[in-house]
């Protein structure tokens, strides 16, 4: 067990719907980091948050979006979805702004558009 | 921007065999770590290089930072069934936030 918790484990919906996917750190950890692994593919960056504030930016849809709220937790919204981002949608934490130590990555969750 | 990239994408070895994955990065990285990814399951720290030339041992691994930090090495003494899995490495440049992970390699090892 990581420590880092991700709800839901599994998600189904059709495509122009919007989800939102959580995630809470490790107790401690400061930065959240989210990537995008669709099926047999690498981990693609989408984005990081350090202490509530947008640190880095991969390569992100202006139909995705995150925030990390006062508590540390984080979301990512996903909305006009299309079959195209089905994928594993995994969180990461880390203590550090620039991950300088082990990321701790939660167990994912998947999603799936029909 | 920034690539990594990891060859070979796929290995399937038998059990016994050495096992070498290669990590090719675009521009020179502060850091580099590795991670493993079992099948069905999330990436797991497995180490990280910081120094140029770096080389560090777990076990039967062995993980190597390049003299120029552009480029790592994972190589896998005598495999074990449980080696299986997805090796990924990631890095990061000085002055980003960014932590850009490399394509990947799957291995298989047959027993």
Redesign the interface.
Known sequence: D?GVTQTPKHLITATGQRVTLRCSPRSGDLSV?W?QQSL?Q????LI?Y?NGEE??K?NILERFSAQQFPDLHSELNLSSLELGDSALY?C?SSPD????????????TRLTVV | GQQVMQIPQYQHVQEGEDFTTYCNSSTTLSNIQWYKQRPGGHPVFLIQLVKSGEVKKQKRLTFQFGEAKKNSSLHITATQTTDVGTYFCAGTTSGTYKYIFGTGTRLKVLA
Request: aromatic residues 26%; proline residues 4%; hydrophobic residues 35%.
């Open positions: 990581s980091y990537y047999d690498g981990l693609q960056f990081q350090y640190r880095a991969g995994f990461a702004p620039r991950m300088n130590t082990e990321a701790f990555f939660g167990q994912g």
